[in-house]
Structures are given as structure tokens and as C-alpha cells.
């Protein structure tokens, strides 16, 4: 297509005799369209590394010389304690979830969570969850565990509040638990999460058995963030909780990826600084923890977070996460997705270049295209 509008110029220009009129620059225009298209992920991270801040962390924090050690019975459910043990998984994905959402985790279970083997890798997905207030809810919870074995439950009111002590909790679970994975992924239970494209995306980016892509903390980075200020919003922060008038640059919470080196270095910071109240959101809470270990949030461009990606086949192939997916598209697009082999790379890139430009433009002007 584009090498047959190149000839279509070539031909043109021919015929005008090499003047230089308003056609080839025309031409030059769509072309740098095309191209643009093709390749919006390596500019959108270019742009991205333009607005992120330079600094390094501020290291203020006197850093623990240990982290405390995590004890079994902060967790009401949970496997085997030897399921890495067993397993030996390349990479952990810990599903934050919330009791309520039985729906969301089977859609998990009968799509990308129930992958075992991903390009030669071993992959587990656990469900993390708090305690439910309702008791009919908590004895639901404990049949679940029984049945699927997949689930941790921390010992704490599963609350929004407490969603950063959710995080804190699988950490600590992750750490004591399966120290054996690589690389752990923290996602939401409404992402349409995509570990084959994350191990694709590792590999590129430079993870063999040696280098472990030391610090890692990957995921759609927000940058310059100021915290919420109205008192009657559920996001507000006060002044003695955050004073600075900008957040530390962050990973979206509704994925991101940690290295094994990573967790430790947050876990660490986690548990030095005093944890205010009301807790800054959870991601807000690891992009402070990360600066004062002096870790640098990595963007992708293939995690969404911010305008909702339109389905497209070959994007969602390529695509790590995907937010805002309800259970049933989950198991709609997982069954298209593979219903045919892996699109090349050219469909591929045309896709993933139209649904972006199609998410941004939805996000620019409002609304869903
Ligand atoms: C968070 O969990 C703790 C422990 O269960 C509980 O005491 C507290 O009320 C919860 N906080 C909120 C805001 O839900």
C-alpha cells in the first residue's frame, strides 16, 4: 500500500516534469501519515520520555536494613505455600480483585489467567483479595479457594481505602511465597491482561536468564500528577498526607510489572516511610516508593490506562493490558483473538497504529470512536 502510493508520486512527478507542485508534498504528507501510523507506539514513548521528569529520587528515607519477615497468618486464603515451590514460575500475575467480583475472576480463570506455558515460560495467576464485610460473601470466598486453589486473602477490610494495603500485602506475599518468579504483575481484575505480549515485550526490551532487567517497574507511566485537593472527592488527599504539588512519575495501577530486585527495593521502602492516612491511591503510593529507592518508572506503550482501546484482533494481539473490559468482551475477544494464527507483522502494526490513534482521538474529543 505504501510502496504503491510512493510509485503513484514517482509517476505523477514524472509527468509534471520534477516541478515542485502541491502534489508530492501531498503525497510526502500522507506518506508521513502512514508512517506514523505504523510506528505511533515508538512516538508515543518518545513523547513520553520528553514530558518525564529527570530527577532522581530524593532519598530522604533512611531505608530498613531488613524488611520484616511475612508471616502466614496475615493471610486468611491462600495455596499450597509450595505452589512456586512446584511450579517455578518465570512470572507471578497477582489479580487485585474485590470479593464481590466472582464474574471478573472465572472470565480471568477462563481466558489469559488459565495460561500455564507462555513462549517456553511457566506463568501463574493468583487472585488477591481483602476480607468482605458481608459474612455470606466471606464463606463464598473460602468454597472459591477450595475449589480453585487460586486465591490470597489478606487480613484487612477490603475496602477502596485499602486498596494500597492490598498491594503492601501481596508484596509481602510474593516476597515470602514465590521468590522463584522473575518478574511479578500487579493487575486489576477488569484488565484484559496479555502475558504473552508481556514476554514478547520482555525479551525486546532485554531480559535474558543473566540480566534481569534489574529494577523494573513497567506500566503506563502518569506523569506530573497533582494529588486531589477537594475533601469531597474519593481520590482527596490532604496537605499532611502529600504536600508536594506534584506526584513522583507512576505506573498505572491497573497494570504494571516488577522485577524480582524491584519488590524487594518497594517492599524496603514501603516499610520505612510512615504510611499516612488517609493512604495516597495505591500506584501514587508505589511511584513514591520507587523514587525513594531511586527506581525510574519504564512507559510502554502497549499497556493502556488512560482512553479505552477499541477491540481490534491483531492490536489486542500485541497489546499487555487493556482496562475497562467487563467479563464477557474478556471471553469474546480471548476466543477471537486466537481463533486464527498470530497476525503478521505488517497487520500487527497497521492494527495496533489505527486502534491508538482511534483511543487517543476518542480521548481528545470525548467520547468512544
Ligand atoms: C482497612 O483495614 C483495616 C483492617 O481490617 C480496618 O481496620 C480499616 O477500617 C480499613 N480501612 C478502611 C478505610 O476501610
Redesign the pocket.
Known amino acids: 500500500m505504501v510502496i504503491r502510493g510512493l510509485w503513484v508520486c514517482k509517476v505523477r512527478l514524472a509527468k509534471r516534469g520534477g516541478y515542485l507542485g502541491l502534489l508530492p508534498v501531498l503525497c510526502l504528507l500522507v506518506f508521513a501519515c502512514l508512517l506514523a501510523v505504523l510506528f505511533v507506539d515508538y512516538i508515543e514513548s518518545w513523547v513520553t520520555s520528553l514530558g518525564m521528569s529527570r530527577g532522581v529520587g530524593t532519598h530522604r528515607v533512611v531505608l530498613p536494613q531488613r524488611i520484616p519477615p511475612t508471616r502466614s497468618e496475615e493471610y486468611l486464603l491462600m495455596p499450597s505455600p509450595l505452589v512456586c515451590q512446584r511450579a517455578k514460575p518465570y512470572l507471578i500475575t497477582m489479580v487485585i480483585s474485590a470479593p464481590a467480583n466472582r464474574k471478573a475472576r472465572q472470565a480471568i480463570r477462563d481466558t489469559w489467567g488459565g495460561e500455564v506455558q507462555v513462549r517456553g515460560h511457566r506463568v501463574i495467576t493468583l487472585f488477591m483479595l481483602?476480607?468482605p464485610s458481608d459474612p455470606v460473601l466471606a464463606k463464598e470466598l473460602v468454597e472459591e479457594s477450595r475449589e480453585r486453589g487460586d486465591l490470597v486473602q489478606g487480613?484487612?477490610?477490603d475496602?477502596y481505602?485499602?486498596l494500597t494495603?492490598k498491594t503492601l500485602s501481596m508484596l509481602a506475599w510474593a516476597r515470602r511465597f514465590c521468590p522463584q518468579a522473575h518478574f511479578l504483575a500487579k493487575v486489576d481484575d477488569d484488565v484484559m491482561f496479555n502475558p504473552s505480549a508481556l514476554l514478547h515485550y520482555l525479551v525486546l526490551y532485554g531480559a535474558t536468564p543473566e540480566s534481569e532487567l534489574a529494577d523494573l517497574y513497567l506500566g503506563r507511566v502518569h506523569m506530573r500528577v497533582s494529588p486531589n485537593r477537594n475533601p469531597a472527592s474519593k481520590h482527596f488527599l490532604s496537605e499532611a498526607a502529600f504536600g508536594g504539588a506534584a506526584f513522583p512519575d507512576y505506573c498505572s495501577g491497573t497494570a504494571y510489572v516488577l522485577s524480582r530486585p524491584s519488590v524487594l527495593k518497594l517492599s524496603l521502602a514501603a516499610a520505612a516511610v510512615h504510611l499516612p492516612k488517609?493512604l495516597p491511591p495505591e500506584d501514587v503510593f508505589m511511584g513514591l516508593c520507587a523514587q525513594t529507592v531511586g527506581i525510574k518508572p519504564n512507559h510502554s506503550p502497549f499497556f493502556s490506562g488512560g482512553p479505552p482501546v477499541p477491540y481490534g484482533r491483531c492490536c489486542y494481539q500485541a497489546m499487555v493490558s487493556v482496562h475497562h473490559t467487563k467479563p464477557e468482551e474478556m471471553l469474546r475477544y480471548w476466543a477471537d483473538m486466537h481463533s486464527t494464527a498470530p497476525c503478521s507483522w505488517l497487520r500487527v502494526r497497521t492494527s495496533l497504529g489505527f486502534c491508538k490513534v482511534r483511543a487517543h482521538l476518542g480521548n481528545l474529543l470525548g467520547f468512544a470512536l
Request: glycine residues 10%; positive net charge.
Open positions: 481483602g476480607q487480613r484487612f477490610l475496602s481505602a485499602n494495603l488517609p
